[in-house]
């Protein structure tokens, strides 16, 4: 037998709608005899679609189309269901519903409100091990509203740390993890930016001062910092999550008004400027060769991003229900230093680091660290009284300083 | 660039340099510029071109206006031994400063002077073969002098 999955929304829906009959779509996974029904067509297909048509009430008097399902709508939480053998046979079908929101989330009822995080607007720049991730889970816990900025495409390097497979090759970041996250809550609101943050401002303006929150999962630090201009001026809360090298660990900055910006926690000793993992061609300048760049590409597992994400998610949670009775509120009190450090591998950086058996109170792998970052007086971000770097630590005197008879040549 | 820091920038520049020797030009447009004069120690004359269009937020390009040349009077083309990116359209774009290490709180003035540190080892290589890349790295390792 068959078995039927339709939308119980849809089913609503149709209900409600003065229409007795609609020409809906079915898509068969082969071979499986399992069959999901909608009343319109879905806008990425999957399996084998033919026609599928919804009535209420009763089946239409004959000639039914051959391999063609029927759908009867009884009431909101009965249906039946029938296939159209070759023959020209009714087959009935098993009929399942797929529930709608307000049952999908009463699982994480009493763990976390999900009324809360439905009317949140969650913007994610990059979407790439991090951002995808991080989006997916924020779309089962129930965030309601999406903003997706990457102009990446998945591309062959991606799909070992990457939620996307191999039949997403080709497309868009932002139009492959919305698939997924509808995936994972059907009625998410998510609107996509398929666009470089820097190169539409003043979009990005208007999209950081209408979101809850801001995830920044993005490989550079000139994101980055161009994204904390944006939180200072709409005082918003952000959160910034890395790997580095290898993914040997990585860490994650809690941006929040009135705090450190991510650029005091750069000037700072617990930041120390560590090496970035470099993940793809882009990241490396032009003039490094083909051989030079398949170097110093070094990805790390999906296993050693798995515990980033994870924090991320669960702080994103923490700051989007702050203040209410989410559920999670204790860890509001937890939860609270501004950068998390962690470390998969004792290597380069976590060289120092104890090994694991023997760490005692000394830092070591496979734990979170935390951090207060000193908001820097002089940022030239978010400080009043901000004091540039001049240069000074760098030797000039043989430079002789000789400005007579400059003319300045404009190249145009 | 918000106005702020624009402000802050020109006043850096006020204090450090002649008010001939540079000129912010288009501002508020997508082609925003600073033109800065450069004379090196062996008094030849440059002028810069540093894009200000995503500066502060990341490192902002340099040309210079004019095309430089390799020793055998081609204009430079990409090449990590000459840390440039190449030339085109009559310009040559250096490489100053490692994306990894930016920050926001680096003045215009710091770029103008890494990039009179940049045209001092171009002219060394121009002089005496040693590569740009080798003469930056002497810089980095002693914080000495290229011109010695």
């Known amino acids: 037998m068959k078995c039927i999955y339709i939308d119980k929304d849809e089913v609503l829906a149709f209900l409600n709608s003065e229409d007795c009959h609609i020409e809906g779509q079915s898509y068969e996974w082969e071979g499986e005899n399992v069959v999901h029904i909608h009343t319109a067509a879905l806008p990425h297909a999957f399996g084998r679609v033919v026609a599928a048509h919804w009535h209420k009430s009763s089946l239409p008097s004959e000639p039914y189309a051959p391999e063609h399902y029927y759908v009867v709508i009884l009431s909101d939480n009965e249906a039946k269901a029938y296939y159209v053998n070759e023959e020209l046979q009714l087959e009935e079908c098993e009929v399942n519903f797929i529930p709608s929101r307000e049952e999908m989330y009463s699982r994480a009822k009493g763990i976390l409100e999900v009324d809360i995080l439905s009317n949140k607007r969650v913007m994610i720049i990059g979407l790439g091990s991090f951002g995808s991730q991080i989006a997916i889970e924020l779309a089962k816990a129930g965030v309601g509203e999406f903003a997706l900025f990457d102009f990446d495409r998945v591309e062959l390097h991606n799909l070992a740390r990457h939620t996307c497979t191999i039949k997403d090759l080709g497309r868009l970041k932002t139009d492959a993890i919305k698939d997924a996250v509808i995936g994972k809550n059907k009625l998410a609101k998510v609107d996509l930016f398929p666009i470089n943050i820097t190169d539409q401002k003043a979009l990005m303006d208007e999209q950081v001062a209408k979101a809850d929150l801001i995830i920044c999962a993005t490989d550079n630090n000139a994101s980055r910092f161009y994204l904390t201009q944006c939180l200072l001026k709409y005082n918003k809360v952000a959160l910034f999550g890395r790997a580095v090298t290898r993914a040997e660990g990585g860490d994650v900055f809690r941006h929040r008004p009135g705090g450190p910006c991510y650029n005091c926690l750069v000037g700072s000793r617990a930041h120390a400027m560590a090496t970035e993992e470099i993940t793809n061609r882009s990241q490396l300048p032009a003039y490094v060769s083909e051989e030079d760049a398949n170097a110093m590409i070094q990805v790390g597992l999906s296993s050693d991003i798995e515990p980033i994400c994870n924090l991320i998610v669960k702080l994103a949670l923490v700051e989007l229900s702050r203040g209410k009775n989410s559920g999670i509120e204790s860890l509001e009190t937890e939860l609270t230093y501004d950068y998390y450090m962690w470390a998969n591998r004792r290597e380069r950086r976590h060289a120092v680091w104890a090994p694991f058996n023997e760490a005692k109170n000394k830092p070591t792998i496979l734990k979170w660290y935390g951090a207060r970052i000193a908001k820097d007086d002089n940022c030239p971000s978010c400080s009043a009284n901000a004091l540039l770097d001049l240069g000074e630590d760098l030797n000039t005197d043989s430079l002789t300083p000789n400005y007579e008879g400059i003319v300045l040549e404009t190249g145009e | ?148």
């Open chain 2, 1 to 148: 660039m918000d106005q702020a820091r624009f402000e802050l920038e020109k006043a850096v520049l006020e204090k450090k340099l002649p008010s001939n020797m540079y000129m912010f030009r288009e501002m508020g447009t997508p082609n925003a510029h600073l033109l800065i004069g450069a004379r090196t120690n062996a008094k030849n004359v440059y002028t810069l071109k540093i894009m200000l269009n995503d500066f502060p937020s990341s490192v902002p390009t340099v040309y210079t206006t004019k095309p430089l040349k390799d020793r055998s009077g081609r204009d430079l083309d990409v090449s990590h031994e000459l840390h440039n990116y190449g030339t085109t359209d009559g310009k040559t774009r250096i490489c100053h400063y490692p994306d990894g290490s930016w920050s926001p709180r680096v003045s215009l003035y710091k770029v103008y002077i890494k990039c009179r540190l940049w045209l001092e080892c171009y002219e060394i290589y121009i002089r005496t073969g040693q590569s740009i890349d080798t003469l930056i790295n002497e810089i980095n390792r002693q914080g000495g002098n290229p011109t010695r």
